[in-house]
């Protein structure tokens, strides 16, 4: 009872936030609907070919979104460098950053002054490996370099905004770096966080966000979402399963910064092992499917919120290739129903 009064507060509050803005219900003009998510729409298309493949997302205060796009991938026979890149409201982009042939831009996540955080995945390469900053005249700038034989992937900034974490998909590790900068360290090793070496695409952790006073890590070859809670001196306290069963399970957001909701992307047809899925995931952890291929996912590796909508990237890896950046509509009476008896 305590769990179900949590939850139904949480939403109910966020609902009360969101007063302003239109329910999914009420722009398709039904008093009620059940689906989760509705109103699924393609705001942005990308070339495939020419190595437009977007990995992950951030939605920024003034609506527009920043992505990185991988760049490199078979079809493209590696002759296109990754990109960070911005749209705006109005559909308008601006590259930011061009990586190298070979490498590919991952993660990315904002501070609160603005700036812009992102990884560099360039396998082999350590003059080039890790996280970069863009500086206050859009000047990219390596401020951890990670070893050659690491996979830096998500990214997350803690609430005080002073620490980077950053998983490694290759080594089970986070890593964590003060945001101005430095030597990165170890800051969580796990079995819970390595890859398994026998999958066609070895990838441990993944996605990355710290919300709550914890990080929470999705592991994408075992299927698992992790809560690992930082301690008052900002080391790693007990790591936790929130849920299973979730292959290729890639990046995550939370439904507002108070809930534990979570919406998870399952980028199946990336290494056809599993479904293109979004699930939204409950504390209990539980979890239901809120859009599927049906919806037009193709390979999604991230989420994001945004009041009461929600933001996928689509990687387009199968063919006929379709990357692209999806918008939907939470459907919060019906999200608050489900919970009710889910919790």
Not at 21 to 26: K, L, Q, T
Not at 129 to 150: E, H, K
Not at 296 to 307: D, H, I, M
Request: aromatic share 6%.
């Amino acid at each position: 009872m305590r769990k179900n009064a949590g939850i139904a507060l949480a939403v109910t509050a966020t609902a009360a936030v969101l007063g302003a803005a239109p329910s999914a219900s009420a722009q398709t003009g039904q008093s009620y609907s059940r689906s989760l998510v509705t109103d699924v729409r393609t705001a942005a298309t990308f070339d495939y070919a020419a190595g437009e493949i977007p990995e992950n997302i951030t939605v920024n205060p003034d609506g527009s979104v920043t992505l990185s796009l991988l760049g490199s991938c078979a079809v493209c026979r590696r002759t296109h460098g990754p990109q960070l890149m911005r749209i705006d409201a109005s559909g308008h982009r601006t590259v930011f950053v061009t990586g190298k042939v070979g490498e590919a831009i991952s993660g990315n996540t904002r501070g609160d002054d603005g700036t812009v955080y992102y990884s560099v995945w360039a396998p082999g390469n350590a003059d080039r490996n890790g996280v970069y900053a863009l500086g206050p005249d859009g000047t990219p700038q390596r401020i951890a370099a990670l070893p050659a034989d690491s996979g830096p992937n998500g990214l997350a900034i803690d609430s005080a905004g002073r620490t980077l974490y950053i998983a490694d998909s290759l080594k089970g590790i986070i890593w964590s770096v003060p945001v101005s900068g430095g030597s990165a360290t170890p800051w969580l090793t796990d079995a819970a966080l390595a890859p398994v070496p026998t999958e066609a695409l070895p990838i441990g952790a993944n996605g990355l966000r710290f919300h709550n006073g914890a990080l929470w890590v999705s592991n994408f070859n075992k299927g698992t979402l992790l809560r690992v809670p930082v301690t008052g001196t900002g080391a790693a306290g007990p790591l936790r399963l929130v849920a299973g069963g979730l292959p290729n399970i890639d990046d995550l957001s939370f439904l507002t910064p108070w809930s534990d909701v979570v919406f998870a992307a399952q980028n199946g047809s990336s290494s056809q092992n599993g479904p293109d899925r979004v699930v939204v995931i409950y504390p209990n952890g539980t979890y239901k499917p809120v859009l599927t291929s049906k919806d037009g996912l193709a390979s999604p590796s991230a989420t994001a919120v945004r009041g009461d909508r929600l933001y996928i990237t689509d990687g387009g890896v199968p063919e006929p290739h379709d990357p692209k950046l999806q918008t939907a509509r939470i459907n919060f009476p019906a999200l608050l129903a489900d919970a009710a008896h889910r919790i």
